[in-house]
């Protein structure tokens, strides 16, 4: 690559808990000898992933050429925080050879991609390819479409109730804007789960999108990487549901932050978060917790009711040994009870 050769950049995106992260894990460790650049967008205030990759030990990309944007959707503050990450990425000597762009589980893809037409950036960066991740098992479930039966009885009761569903409208702004779409914990689900899901997405989209299936985001970088699509060049071929919108928000959603003290039985926890899950139709927790007399690290994770914990580092002696989860769900999510549930109980 000359110096005058534009960047490529890749645009990671899909909903709350799909996979993104550990999608991005794989591309580190296959990176080829490759200098690679991330930008970490999270929707709560506390960088959960950009921690993760950070621990990732992987010498294609150096910790400072992480960039963690917390508490927002760079799809919504491009001016104020996307284009400076830019320009920090740019600035690094060498420069890296491929941005890769993790966007929140949140974000709508195809504004960030206008981003890339602005002439500041058009001139210097490319739009290598738009990945879609794809949660299959909570597709599956059902958790990014309505009940068919249930909805036309609302209809049925009163015509005039709106029946928009936010997690299926960002849903399908993920994939309508996508290059390649990977179909993730295909480990999950049946087989016939797989050829229905990959149906229909195939169906809701206008162009002819390559839908990968796999385990645990195990996709080498060779297959992500070098997609040239050249996105920013097309996107009049990527429809969305706020293309008539002059700007858009994501008031349909909210996040909260749990402070915990250190814990004695992460099983207790556990059974108390998929309480806390059930009762108030959480999307998503991830954070780091400290269980007493363990030198490691505890990292916590839930999709909807699948939820899992693992150790990933021991405590640097220099941190504060400080427990943070970060709850995230549909608006109304109601803080004081969930907050009461999980820092009285005894763990």
Known sequence: MTSLAKIPATIITGFLGAGKTTLIRHILATANGRRLALIINEFGDVGIDGEILKTCGDLACREDSIIELANGCICCTV???FLPAIERLLALDPRPDHIIIETSGL?????????????SIRSRLTVDGVIAVVDGAATADGRFADDPAKLARQRDADPSIEHDNPLEEVFEDQLLCADLIILNKADLISEAEQAQITADIAAQIPRAVKIVAAHEGRIDARVLLGLYAAAEDD????????????????????????DMGAIEDSAALMRQLAEVVERHDVLRIKGFL???????????????KRLQHSFDRPWRPDEPRRGRLVIIGEKGLDAGSISQ??????F
Do not use: C, N, Y
């Not at 996107?235 to 008031?251: G, K, N, T, V």
């Not at 549930?341 to 005894?346: H, I, S, V, Y």
């Open 107 to 119: 974000a709508l893809p195809k504004p960030l991609v206008k981003a890339f037409d602005w002439p």
């Open 79 to 81: 001016a104020d925080d």
């Open 341 to 346: 549930a999980l820092t009285r109980g005894e």
């Open 290 to 304: 400290e269980l007493r007399g363990k030198p490691m690290r505890l990292l916590v994770q839930g999709v909807g």
């Open 235 to 258: 996107l009049s071929a990527r429809p969305s549901h706020h293309d008539a919108e002059s700007e858009h928000d994501h008031d349909d959603f909210e996040s909260i932050i749990i």
